[in-house]
Structure formats: C-alpha cells, structure tokens
T-cell receptor
Framework: ETGVTQTPRHLVMGMTNKKSLKCEQHLGHNAMYWYKQSAKKPLELMFVYSLEERVENNSVPSRFSPECPNSSHLFLHLHTLQPEDSALYLC????????????FGPGTRLLVL | GENVEQHPSTLSVQEGDSAVIKCTYSDSASNYFPWYKQELGKGPQLIIDIRSNVGEKKDQRIAVTLNKTAKHFSLHITETQPEDSAVYFCAASSNTGGFKTIFGAGTRLFVKA
C-alpha cells in the first residue's frame, strides 16, 4: 500500500452519464495530481493541486472537472465523456516543497461506451 | 517542449541475466530523476531515484546512473527474477519546472524463468 487510495477501481459509463472519481491520501502531503494513462503512451498530467489550489491545468477538456476540498482528498468529475477517454486514471500526491517523489494510487480503469 | 525518451519499449531477459533501460531528457534544468515500477493492476511505485549531484546510486540489485552532460540516465537490474517483470517508467523533473514531472513512455520487462 502506498498510502494513496482510489475509488472506484473500475468504472463503465455511457457518454451521457455523470460520474466522479475519488482519491484520498494518508501521507500528510499537500500536493495532489491527476494523470491519464493510455496504452503505449507516456503518463499525461491532467491537473495539479497544491495547498488546495489548482496550479496546473494541461489543456484538459471541460468534460473533466477536478475538485480538491482539502489536502487529503481529490475528485475528478466526469460528464459527457467520449470513448477515447477510456483509460486508467491515476491519482498521485507529494510534498509540495519537494516537487519530486510522487506516490501513486492504484488507479481507476474507466471504460466509456 | 520538454520530453523524456525511453528505450527499449519491450525487453525480454532470462532469469539471472541483467536488464538495462535507458532514458534521455531534453530539459537541461532537470535535476531529479525517479524510476517507477508498475505491476499489473497497480499504480506506478517508486523503486529508486537520483539527484543531479551524484552520478550513480545503488540499492541491492537495482542501480541508476546519470550523465548530466549527455542528458542520459539508465536503470540497471542485476540477477533478474520473474517478479521483476513489470512496466518501468523513467521521469525527469526540476525545481524550476513547477509541478511538472515528465515521464518516459515505459519499458515492458519480461523475465523468463
């Protein structure tokens, strides 16, 4: 266990559904990240929150909406997704001041039909 | 933009042999280089890292070397075991790069018993 948990682990949704992914870290970190992992592609950074403020938004479509209510929790709200959004969504956390070692959760495997 | 190239994409070795994975980076400001191992159904886990003030670091069967002049760094696994089979990712980040860690595309390592 890395101290970062994600739920659900698997999700199947239609293009008109609304769902949310949840991430929780128990490491006392104050930076949290969302990544998208697709087959045979590098990890794609989507969003970064530091001290509960969004500090990075890498041109992610608005159908993905992040939320960070406190330093331990991070959500990714999904709305009207496309089949090409099917991927493994990984959450990570780190100490903001180190900006180095990130600790990843197990991911949510998302399939959009 | 910054990128990290990783080779090979797939590597198959016999149990007991050594495995070497190589990465090159483009951002000369990069000063932190972690390596992650991702097993099936799990998120990436940090296995070793190196900072730019050292050229080599070793932890049991795993070693990492860094050549800052050439912007190369490599992962060396000796006496490979079947449980080493996984996808390995290199990454590069800098203190001046905000919260962005650039990941390589990954190397799928197969260790044949």
């Amino acid at each position: 266990e890395t101290g970062v948990t994600q739920t659900p682990r698997h999700l199947v949704m239609g293009m008109t559904n609304k769902k949310s992914l949840k991430c929780e870290q128990h490491l006392g970190h104050n930076a949290m990240y969302w990544y998208k992992q697709s087959a045979k592609k590098p990890l794609e950074l989507m969003f970064v929150y530091s001290l509960e403020e969004r500090v990075e938004n890498n041109s992610v479509p608005s159908r993905f909406s992040p939320e960070c209510p406190n330093s331990s929790h991070l959500f990714l709200h999904l709305h009207t997704l496309q089949p090409e959004d099917s991927a493994l969504y990984l959450c990570a956390s780190s100490q903001a001041h180190s900006k180095g070692t990130q600790y990843f959760g197990p991911g949510t495997r998302l399939l959009v039909l | 933009g910054e990128n990290v190239e990783q080779h090979p994409s797939t590597l198959s070795v016999q149990e007991g042999d050594s495995a070497v994975i190589k990465c090159t980076y483009s951002d000369s400001a990069s000063n932190y280089f972690p390596w992650y191992k991702q097993e099936l159904g799990k998120g990436p886990q940090l296995i070793i890292d190196i900072r730019s003030n050292v050229g080599e670091k070793k932890d049991q069967r795993i070693a990492v070397t860094l050549n800052k002049t050439a912007k190369h760094f490599s992962l060396h696994i000796t006496e490979t075991q079947p449980e080493d089979s996984a996808v390995y990712f290199c990454a590069a980040s800098s203190n001046t790069g905000g919260f962005k860690t650039i990941f390589g595309a990954g190397t799928r390592l197969f260790v044949k018993a």
